[in-house]
Structures are given as C-alpha cells and as structure tokens.
C-alpha cells in the first residue's frame, strides 16, 4: 500500500465518535439514577469514578461495534460518515481502542469501587458486543429485544456501585429499559428500513414488514408500561416517582397506539414513528429523574 492509499490520521473528534456519545448520554444518565437511587450514601470520589466508568465501558462498547460493522455502515446513508468507513480511521486502531478503553473501564471499576459492579460493566460490554453485534445483529429480527439487554445494564451498575448488590428497584428498572428498547428502536427502524435492506440487516420491518412491526410496537408497550408502574405499585418509591411514570407512560402508551394503528408511513416531516422515537428518549430521561427526585424529597 503506497503512502497516498493510506487514511489520514484520525484525531481527537474520530476516537470520540467511535463512542457513540449521544447514545452514551442515556447510559451515563441511567447508571446515575441507578447511583444516586440506591439507598446507601456514596463518596462524592466513588460515585464519580463509578459514572467514568459506566461511561468508559458504554464508549468502548461503541467503538467496538463501529469497528466490527464498519461494512455495515459504509453501506448505510445514516451512517456512512462515521470515522470507519469515511476513511478517517483504520480498523485495527478502532479495535485497540475499543479493547484498551473497555478493559480499563472494568479494571478500574472492579479496584476502586467494587467488584460486583465491576463484573456487572464488563457483562454489559460484552453483551452488547459479543451476543448483539456479533451474533444476534446479522442473523435475527429479534437482534433489538436480546440486545436490548446491553442498554439495560447501566441502573444495575450504577445501584451495584454504591450497595454492591443488586435488589428489586434496579432490576425492575433493568426490566424497563429492556422492555423499552423495541418500541424505541422499531419505531426509528420503520423511518430508516431503506437503510437496512440496503445493508442486508435483518431488522423487523425488513423481514417481516410494516405491519407485523407496528404490531409489536403496541405488543410491547403493554409490558413497558406495566413495569414502568411496578415500582410504586410494590411500595418501592413514592408518590413523585408513580405521578410522573403514570403521566408519561400514559403519553408514551397514546404515540405508540398511534404507531400501532396507523396503516402506512406518509411523507410528512413528522411522522407518528419519529414522534414516538423522539418521545422515548426524553420519557426514559424524565421516569429516571424522576426516581432521584422522589427518592431525595423522600
């Protein structure tokens, strides 16, 4: 290979995209709920060093799914200016980086916290890259909801790093995320599926069309929400945490009736898919306030 065939050297803006940082965003903020939940006090230093590394392992296990897909999203107009396969960046460098950040997020979570927070952040990392990316991905429609497990990880950690055990708040919350994950990421596969059957990815509206997708975005609202209500329905939070789940709920519940009803895409700039999508981001950002609000007026 001759010195013009190589790619530029990527620079600080690359390796940062490669951690996928507004996915990362809704990690770190979940894992701090899970924190600042959990009814024992956590050292301003601890609690500090358990979000870097929540945030830490979430980036690694983004530049290593960039770099194993990095054909993927050279096909795919959503993601075809990502540093791999825009040529900013090589993907063993890609690889070292995502190997070398997610090893030092558990290592330093496992001394300078604890261990079984530490087993909990690499269990996640490795599941969203071996059992998501690598096996499930590529080969089943079902990839998001067993995938949906890595998102889920971060309220587990984030209670483990100050308890050091789990209980039944955070794995109710795990059971939110993961439940939450198809609505959110089918609706935003029903506005980008050209992307998907252009890359061959098995995504539900791919294989088994619109229909059945918006089908199973109802189908899994019911459980979600369910779920979103349990905690306060079980004595574990109180009235701020069960008014605000049962009003946003109730909305989330509405946008993907309308989803799951709703016959054909149209051509206008918001369609009922991106509302819901939209609104699911900010409905897990709110129920997950809401949680510390209620545990702290508490």
């Known amino acids: 290979m001759t010195a013009a065939a190589l790619p530029p050297p990527a620079d600080w803006r690359d390796f940062l995209a490669l951690t996928k940082p507004r996915v990362m965003t809704l990690v770190v903020f979940t894992g701090l709920c899970g924190l600042l939940a959990a009814p024992a006090g956590v050292p301003p230093v601890i609690g500090f060093t358990a979000i870097l590394c929540i945030a830490l392992g979430a980036g690694a296990a983004g530049a290593l799914n960039m770099w194993y897909e990095a054909d993927l999203d050279a096909v795919m107009k959503r993601t075809a200016g990502r540093p791999l396969p825009a040529g900013r960046m090589d993907r063993p460098a890609a690889l070292q980086f995502g190997v070398g950040l997610g090893a030092f997020s558990v290592i330093l979570m496992g001394l300078a916290v604890n261990i079984v927070a530490g087993a909990i952040l690499a269990a996640s990392i490795l599941f969203y890259v071996l059992v998501y990316t690598v096996w499930l991905k590529r080969r089943t429609p079902q990839?998001?909801?067993?995938?949906g497990a890595a998102g889920a990880f971060p309220p587990l950690i984030g209670w483990a790093a100050a308890t050091g055990h789990v209980a039944t708040l955070p794995l109710l919350l795990f059971a939110l995320v993961f439940l939450w994950t198809p609505p959110h990421f089918w609706a935003l596969a029903l506005f980008v599926q050209t992307d998907y059957a252009k890359a061959g990815v098995p995504m539900l509206p791919v294989v088994a069309g619109e229909r059945a997708t918006r089908t199973q975005i109802g189908l899994y609202t019911i459980p979600m929400a369910v779920t979103a209500i349990l905690p306060w329905l079980l004595g574990l939070v109180g009235p701020i945490y069960g008014a605000v789940a049962g009003i946003t709920?109730?909305?989330?519940?509405?946008?993907?009736?309308?989803v799951a009803t709703r016959a054909t895409q149209a051509n206008d700039p918001m369609t009922p898919e991106k509302r819901l999508f939209s609104y699911s981001i900010l409905y897990l950002f709110v129920v997950f306030g809401a949680l510390v609000a209620d545990r702290w007026v508490a």
């Open 143 to 147: 990839n998001i909801v067993v995938g």
């Open 249 to 258: 709920t109730a909305v989330f519940a509405v946008l993907a009736t309308h």
